[in-house]
């Protein structure tokens, strides 16, 4: 189409307010899948915590939910610093 040419739409507010909530949905999500993985660990735990009776297996499955984004968060850090 020769000659057509995208509306400017830089100063419309309701454009504006639109792409705010388009960035902060991935970070909501993000944050709701956190929340999952943790409560799902958190259930896990519980589940063998009932069926052994052994509170070293619950902290252990809590422990196995948990370390691997502490050992790899000050790495993430780096690289995502660089």
Known sequence: MAGH???NVS??????AGRRV?????RGGQFASAIGS???GFA?????????????DFALICL???APA????P????????
Not at 22 to 26: K, L, S, Y
Not at 46 to 55: D, L
């Open 38 to 40: 943790g409560l799902t």
């Open 70 to 73: 502490l050992l790899l968060a």
């Open 11 to 16: 100063g419309n507010p309701a454009i504006a």
């Open 64 to 66: 196995a939910t948990v």
């Open 5 to 7: 040419h995208a509306p």
């Open 22 to 26: 388009v960035d902060r949905c991935p």
């Open 75 to 82: 790495i993430a850090g780096a690289l995502v610093d660089r």
């Open 44 to 56: 896990l735990g519980v589940w063998v915590y009932t069926q052994t009776h052994q509170v070293t």
